[in-house]
């Protein structure tokens, strides 16, 4: 057979003995319909359809706001925006969370900004307070104004609910499913990595020059690969990429420690030190990140095992002697990325014991931009005292590096966005392998149409 009919019979799935849970397709079975095909450039370039999505989608969705471990203690509260709506959730003194309008009841004055804490909620314009359940506590003066209602004056809530150790908001309170109904199969699926249990070793923000659909569409597919990062291409198999999709949301399972079946003779050895280089979310090469950086990629022989075994061997190993639980975690599992895109913007590239977490907004007014979050959690070694999170750090757009691979993406997302703006262009052509990105205009139109 030629490589290109290899491909067609995706023959690596079998040479390599990789395995693919239920419900999962190679791109072949996820063929579009024509309209599907054609996504119009003005849905990224818009102000009109950016409003309307404003509107319509972000302020009625769940979206994640922090780690619960970033307000473990009663009145802790971290601010989050969504376009020109500003929320404040708040741990409560039975342990749950509330979220609030950011906004003083009297002269609209934002509450708090940031991160901390406080045994209350008081405006620092004119000192009206609220308790930490939003019921108002003090007015000062109240005798010169006229009828104010303590219920009426409560902070305006949002709904606010946990899952695997994340903080979700969502603006429509009384119109919105439960985070529970929302996430569905997602939150089975991924709750045998024991998200809960990570810890941010990396956390950064930044804004970037693109629409945030086409921030979050860059990171659905592996078609682009081949052409943004070659330098990932010995170590995984974007051929054999499987999809799914979840309701609103999907995923994809794309193996690692395979070479792409785009090349020809790739020895273990190249894939292995591709691996432990290269792969950016992974629990076992932790030290040998970066082309330069990092310590030496010890050498291993590949004579009793090939390198996906092995790899899939040594991860399960450090996981023991860290304490982690893998039980309900298969080989493939253990070095794959299982990556899931919780629409409308979190996006997690996940393994055993480590994942990579996106999350993307819209920019309030301008549709050529975005704001970008990125973590990476990995599962601290249970034997030890478990390390606090990494602090934010913002960076400017094109200030430092988020290594090789994410700065690949982030330079080239702006020139996508550019290249919408062409006159002769007022559509874009995607494929099956970017069916996933497909299904996030779909999920857009569904939102828009209930108004």
């Known amino acids: 057979m030629t490589?290109?009919?290899d491909r067609q019979a995706?023959?690596?799935?079998?040479?390599?003995?990789?395995?693919?849970?239920?419900?999962?397709d190679f791109a072949e079975k996820h063929m579009l319909t024509a309209e599907q095909t054609r996504i119009p450039t003005s849905r990224y370039t818009s102000e009109e359809f950016l409003a309307q999505e404003l509107e319509c989608l972000w302020k009625r969705t769940w979206q994640m706001v922090c780690r619960a471990e970033e307000i473990p203690e009663v009145g802790d509260y971290v601010d989050y925006a969504i376009a020109d709506q500003e929320w404040l959730v708040v741990r409560q003194e039975d342990g749950g969370v509330k979220a609030f309008?950011?906004?003083?009841?009297?002269?609209?004055?934002?509450i708090r900004s940031g991160s901390g804490g406080s045994t209350e909620l008081r405006c620092q314009y004119h000192h009206w307070c609220w308790n930490l359940d939003g019921s108002l506590r003090e007015v000062p003066d109240r005798h010169l104004f006229i009828a104010i209602d303590d219920d009426a004056y409560a902070l305006a809530e949002a709904a606010c609910s946990t899952w695997a150790g994340f903080v979700f908001i969502n603006p429509d309170l009384h119109g919105a499913p439960s985070l529970e109904e929302w996430l569905g199969e997602v939150a089975t699926q991924l709750a045998p990595f024991h998200l809960d249990r990570m810890r941010a070793t990396t956390?950064?923000?930044?804004?970037?020059s693109c629409n945030w659909k086409v921030a979050v569409e860059a990171f659905l597919e592996v078609y682009h690969v081949q052409g943004i990062h070659p330098q990932l291409m010995p170590m995984i198999d974007d051929v054999n990429t499987a999809f799914e999709l979840l309701g609103p949301h999907s995923r994809m399972i794309t193996p690692f420690g395979v070479p792409s079946m785009r090349l020809e003779?790739?020895?273990?050895?190249?894939?292995?030190q591709a691996f432990m280089r290269q792969s950016g979310s992974t629990v076992v090469n932790q030290d040998y990140r970066g082309e330069k950086g990092g310590s030496e990629v010890p050498e291993v022989s590949f004579e009793d095992q090939n390198v996906r075994e092995y790899l899939i061997q040594h991860t399960r190993e450090k996981g023991v002697t860290m304490g982690h639980d893998y039980s309900g975690l298969d080989d493939d599992q253990m070095i794959d990325d299982w990556h899931y895109l919780i629409f409308p913007g979190l996006v997690f590239n996940t393994h055993a014991g480590a994942f990579l977490l996106f999350r993307v907004r819209p920019h309030p007014d301008d549709p050529n931009r975005c704001l970008f979050d990125l973590w990476r959690y990995t599962w601290p070694d249970e034997n030890q005292p478990t390390p606090e999170p990494a602090p934010n750090v913002h960076l400017d757009e094109g200030e430092g590096s988020y290594g090789l691979v994410l700065d690949q993406d982030f330079a080239n997302l702006p020139r996508v966005q550019k290249g919408l703006h062409s006159d002769h262009l007022d559509a874009i052509t995607i494929s099956a392998q970017e069916v996933r990105v497909a299904h996030v205009h779909t999920v857009v139109d569904q939102f828009l149409a209930d108004g």
């Open 3 to 5: 490589i290109a009919n």
């Open 10 to 24: 995706h023959a690596n799935a079998e040479v390599w003995n990789i395995g693919y849970p239920p419900g999962v």
């Open 101 to 110: 309008a950011n906004a003083c009841r009297h002269r609209g004055n934002k």
């Open 203 to 208: 956390n950064m923000s930044t804004t970037v």
């Open 265 to 272: 003779d790739v020895p273990d050895a190249m894939v292995y």
